[in-house]
């Protein structure tokens, strides 16, 4: 700057100092960009994890209710299949049943014949799964406490089911020689 005439040297030194100033508020700028949608993001992420955690909610609720009317249909089932165990099964007219005696004769036939049971509610479990794949769900202990329930409990029930499948269709096979 020693070269430069007097009133230039004071001219170069603003400019230094405006685009410096300029510089400085881009950055400011930027960083106040960037720190808005960080929170904006983690805000989405939470919301997104209380959507899941609301879902899966339900689907106990729903597991709870449909498990309990399961557990009442297998305790009347019992009550019904004891008494023709017993042979305390009311008499019926076969050649021609009044529509009493046939749906008596359904229940009994469904219950020796018939599957009833339940399958997990499971849509929560899986957006848990989908999400933590995706990183976008934080790792805390719910979410791992729940992964964790469900891998517990879901291969036991999924089992049950499959064998209780298994077991009425040969039930169906072994009363197929009395039709």
């Known amino acids: 700057m020693e070269n430069l005439p007097a ?3 004071g001219k170069t030194a603003k400019y230094f100092k405006y685009a410096i100033g300029e510089i400085a508020l881009v950055v ?3 960083l106040i960009a960037l720190s808005i949608n960080n929170w904006n993001e983690q805000r989405l992420l939470i919301s997104n994890q209380e959507t899941i955690y609301k879902q899966v909610r339900s689907d106990l609720i729903k597991d709870t209710l449909n498990l309990g009317l399961v557990i009442d249909h297998w305790e009347q089932r019992n009550i019904r299949l004891e008494k023709v165990l017993q042979k305390q ?3 019926i007219n076969i050649e021609f049943p009044t529509k009493k005696e046939d ?3 359904d229940i ?3 219950d020796i014949a018939g599957t ?3 399958r997990i509610q499971n849509k929560g479990y899986d957006l848990i799964k989908v999400t933590r794949r995706l990183n976008s769900l934080k790792q805390d202990t719910l979410s791992s406490r729940i992964i964790d329930f469900y891998l517990k409990n879901e291969p036991p029930l999924s089992r049950n089911a499959t064998t209780l499948i298994r077991k009425t269709q ?3 096979k072994f ?3 009395y039709s």
């Open 103 to 105: 749906s008596i004769v």
């Open 89 to 91: 099964f009311p008499k």
């Open 28 to 30: 400011i700028g930027i």
């Open 108 to 110: 009994y036939f469904g």
């Open 7 to 9: 009133g230039q040297a």
């Open 170 to 172: 040969e039930n169906i």
């Open 175 to 177: 009363f197929e020689q």
């Open 116 to 118: 009833f049971s339940h």
